[in-house]
C-alpha cells in the first residue's frame, strides 16, 4: 500500500506556471503506474497525465499537451506536474493516483491509491 500527499498548489495568474509534487511513502512508488486527476467546482474528476514505472511514457488529455509535463524520480518517492501557460479552465482540485496495473494504459489506467488533492487557481 502507498499513501500519497500533494503540494505545490496555489493562486497563479493565468500564463504563470506551477509545479505539483506529490510524495508517496509506504511501497515505493517505482512500483506503480502514476497519474494526475484534477475535479473543477461542479464537473466530474478527469485525467490529467499519467507516467509509467520508467518514466518512458506518458499520456496526456488533449488540452494540457505541450503545457504540462509529467516526471517523476523513483529515487525520491516522487512525481511532479509541471503546469505552463496556464488558463483559467485549469482551476480545479488536482490528485495524484498510483496504479498496481502491470501494463501502462495511459488515460485508461484504472487507479487503486489516491491523494487528498491540492487547490491550483488560476486568475484570469
Known amino acids: 500500500q502507498v499513501q500519497l500527499v500533494e503540494s505545490g498548489g496555489g493562486l497563479v495568474q493565468a500564463g504563470g506556471s506551477l509545479r505539483l509534487s506529490c510524495a508517496a511513502s509506504?511501497?515505493?512508488?517505482?512500483?506503480?503506474?502514476m497519474g494526475w486527476f484534477r475535479q473543477a467546482p461542479g464537473k466530474e474528476r478527469e485525467f490529467v497525465a499519467a507516467?509509467?514505472?520508467?518514466?518512458?511514457?506518458?499520456d496526456y488529455r488533449d488540452s494540457v499537451k505541450g503545457r504540462f509535463t509529467i516526471s517523476r524520480d523513483n529515487a525520491k518517492n516522487a512525481v511532479y506536474l509541471q503546469m505552463n501557460s496556464l488558463k483559467f479552465e485549469d482551476t480545479a482540485v488536482y490528485y495524484c493516483?498510483?496504479?498496481?496495473?502491470?501494463?501502462?494504459?495511459?488515460?485508461?489506467?484504472?487507479?487503486?491509491?489516491w491523494g487528498q488533492g491540492t487547490q491550483v487557481t488560476v486568475s484570469s
Open positions: 493516483a498510483a496504479s498496481n496495473d502491470l501494463v501502462f494504459r495511459g488515460s485508461r489506467t484504472m487507479y487503486d491509491y
Open positions: 507516467i509509467a514505472r520508467s518514466a518512458v511514457i506518458t
Open positions: 509506504g511501497r515505493t512508488s517505482s512500483s506503480y503506474v
